[in-house]
């Protein structure tokens, strides 16, 4: 069946620092979504790209959709410690028509202040 | 509410009893998901309805897991003979589907279940 993976699984950047992680689905997307989790909380959808090579920025987040539409990454310019949590990327499997979307594995980030 | 609802935020059960999990989705949106979520994992996908019939459950687990939407609002996930490994945060999530829309999913704030 289709998965979604994630790189790394934990990252600890000092504040400051750039961040990035990575997505690769085994199948291709039509979308992509991406959802950031914070600590004992339930997932908050950030954005969703559609085009493939499609790049789009939300303040210190850039996201990017790759050309081939199997893979993505988000990278956060200057982390703060507000950006503490875990990000998943999430693709819909469209199955008949359907659209179930299967979360990526999660990179759980830290920030140290 | 604006957001999604979900009841019980908690529940402890005994194994081998019988478990009722309930959602409430934003108003107006036809699509619902159920997801469960394991300590350190992502969302894993359940269910899937679109309006009230279930257009996608390949992620039940097994027969013990079923799921209604009868009115096309109001979900129900219902666990029979639950076993420890069910233990886990049950969420739901819901979305305007194919009345429009991002694909955007609202996610409520889980019914952890712990099974003794």
């Known amino acids: 069946g289709q998965q979604v993976m994630q790189i790394p699984q934990y990252q600890h950047v000092q504040e400051g620092e750039d961040f990035t992680t990575y997505c690769n689905s085994s199948?291709?997307?039509?979308?992509i979504q991406w959802y950031k989790q914070r600590p004992g909380g339930h997932p908050v959808f950030l954005i969703q790209l559609v085009k493939s090579g499609e790049v789009k920025k939300q303040k210190r987040l850039t996201f990017q959709f790759g050309e081939a539409k199997k893979n993505s990454s988000l990278h956060i310019t200057a982390t703060q410690t507000t950006d503490v949590g875990t990000y998943f990327c999430?693709?819909?499997?469209?199955?008949?028509?359907?659209?179930?979307?299967?979360f990526g594995t999660g990179t759980r980030l830290k920030v140290l202040a | 509410g604006a957001g999604v609802s979900q009841t019980p935020s908690n529940k402890v059960t005994e194994k081998g009893k019988y478990v009722e999990l309930r959602c409430d989705p934003i108003?107006?949106?036809?699509?619902l998901y159920w997801y469960r979520q394991s300590l350190g994992q992502g969302p894993e996908f359940l269910i899937y309805?679109?309006?009230?019939?279930?257009?996608?459950d390949s992620g039940l687990p097994n027969d013990r897991f079923f799921a209604v939407r009868p009115e096309g609002s109001v979900s129900t996930l219902k666990i029979q003979r639950t076993e420890r490994g069910d233990s886990a945060v049950y969420l739901c999530a819901s979305s305007l589907g194919l009345a429009g829309g991002s694909g955007e999913l609202f996610f409520g704030e889980g019914s952890r279940l712990t099974v003794l």
């Open positions: 999430a693709g819909p499997g469209i199955t008949s028509g359907t659209y179930k979307y299967i």
């Open positions: 108003s107006g949106h036809t699509a």
């Open positions: 309805f679109q309006g009230t019939g279930a257009a996608d």
């Open positions: 199948t291709t997307l039509s979308n």
